[in-house]
């Protein structure tokens, strides 16, 4: 369904430390899902897609894992860096509904040194 | 390459005034662009579908009158806030699906922040 007005969960991780990013999506006729990542007052940045064809995608320290099944999708950031602090979305599209994605609730993800 | 320009970036305007927003794509056609609002510490939340050369779309609940959309062209798009209230101050975000792609990869620009006084 459409993202609803909630305050952001927030995961905190060391700095070094792997992340894990859960998103639980609503359709499960949704053929694509895309992490964006979103730093303070900037708009939304393209980190890793996926299609409902596959399970696992991996890019340059993230993979991203889609679980159809229960309709999950994660987003594991290895050796996490300052410069990873931002809110992470995941986003879907569904089959019907033409061209537009349905975003999630989003997760802040903060860095201890 | 694909980039998406907002102008401006921030704008603050009294009650009552109308504000455009423009987004642009900078080196792609953009066959569909989208605008999103988004409020503090919440998610993107869709309001409209604009394609090139046709009226746009609007999600439910989105008043087609107060927020005016105008796609023009396969590289502009206009959002314009037609008597603005203080409830309208928000994050304004659009973005842009790249002529010819397969799948709905959208490119986002960097929002315009829209305070009402």
């Known amino acids: 369904g459409e993202s609803v007005g909630l305050h952001l969960p927030t995961l905190s991780v060391q700095e070094g430390d792997n992340s894990i990013i859960n998103c639980a999506y609503s359709?499960?006729?949704?053929?694509?899902f895309i992490w964006y990542k979103q730093e303070s007052g900037k708009g939304p940045q393209f980190i890793i897609d996926?299609?409902?064809?596959?399970d696992k995608r991996q890019g340059q320290r993230v993979t991203v894992l889609l679980n159809k099944t229960v309709k999950h999708l994660s987003l594991q950031i290895a050796a996490t860096q300052p410069g990873d602090s931002a809110v992470y979305f995941c986003?879907?599209?569904?089959?019907?509904?033409?061209?537009?994605?349905?975003f999630g609730q989003g997760t802040r993800l903060t860095i201890n040194p | 390459g694909a980039v998406v320009s907002q102008h401006p970036s921030r704008v603050i305007c009294k009650s009552g005034t109308s504000v455009k927003i423009e987004c642009r794509s900078l080196?792609?056609?953009?066959?569909?662009m989208f605008w999103y609002r988004q409020f503090p510490k919440q998610s993107l939340m869709l309001m409209a579908t604009?394609?090139?050369?046709?009226?746009?779309?609007?999600e439910q609940g989105v008043e087609k009158d107060k927020f005016l959309i105008n796609h023009a062209s396969l590289t502009l798009s206009t959002l314009t806030v037609t008597s603005a209230h203080p409830e309208d101050s928000s994050f304004y975000i659009c973005?842009?699906?790249?002529?010819?792609?397969?799948?709905?990869?959208?490119?986002f620009g960097p929002g315009t922040r829209l305070t009402v006084l």
């Open positions: 973005s842009a699906r790249r002529a010819g792609d397969q799948y709905n990869e959208q490119f």
């Open positions: 359709n499960s006729a949704s053929d694509y």
């Open positions: 996926i299609r409902s064809n596959m």
């Open positions: 986003a879907e599209k569904p089959i019907q509904g033409a061209q537009k994605l349905v």
């Open positions: 080196d792609f056609q953009a066959t569909t």
């Open positions: 604009s394609n090139e050369g046709s009226k746009a779309t609007y």
